[in-house]
């Protein structure tokens, strides 16, 4: 009784190895990535939120109506005057491709930041200052990345753009992030070691 047991529980899970090798029980599709290709700049990609609909979570001390309800933020000193939101990320095709934390600190030394991750391609750490100009545009860079962002740097410039929700399907504002990156300079050597 306990041989048959056990040639029936290998013989299942090998069974289900097989399945599932030949019929996928997860279909990830890798969106197309959408990149502009300037002169002498880099590769210009752009991607977006759509505000409120792309909010997960949106919290900070004085939030009446925090996302999602009954959120807690903590009564802590370090964190007075700190948002914290998590997206989903669009592509210029409106398509999610990601998603993306947003932290906004004030204090003596008020900055912006965000970790955005794209499973197929990587995740992003941008760093920008949290004053704006008069437009309401940011300009940062991004400071670290994994995978397909490991090697680039370049700039990255933050805009919201009000829209009418009432002609947009509910969505009165985007949140834009542009980005310039490049790849660094590799060094030649020659064979003798010069440059």
């Known amino acids: ?81 700190a948002q914290a939101e998590i997206f989903k990320v669009r592509n210029a095709e409106e398509r999610v491709i990601g998603v993306a934390g947003r932290i906004v600190g004030g204090g003596e030394q008020p900055f912006v930041e965000w970790a955005a991750h794209m499973p197929a391609r990587g995740t992003m750490y941008i760093l920008l200052p949290n004053n704006a100009n008069e437009a309401g545009i940011r300009y940062g860079d991004l400071r670290a990345g994994t995978r397909e962002f490991a090697t680039l740097n370049g700039s990255v410039t933050e805009r919201y753009i009000a829209l009418d929700a009432a002609e947009n399907n509910g969505v009165n504002g985007r949140l834009e992030l542009v980005m310039s990156l490049v790849s660094p300079l590799n060094i030649y050597t020659t064979e003798e070691g010069g440059d």
Do not use: K
Not at 1 to 30: E, K, N
Not at 53 to 68: Q, S, Y
């Open 1 to 81: 009784m306990f041989r048959t047991f056990s040639f029936g529980v290998i013989f299942g899970l090998i069974g289900t190895a097989v399945l599932l090798y030949f019929v996928p029980a997860v279909d990830q599709v890798r969106e197309r990535s959408i990149i502009t290709v300037q002169a002498n700049v880099g590769n210009n990609e752009f991607f977006h939120i759509n505000l409120p609909i792309d909010r997960v979570l949106a919290g900070r001390a004085d939030a009446e109506n925090p996302v999602p309800p009954g959120l807690d933020w903590p009564d802590d000193d370090f964190l007075a005057g």
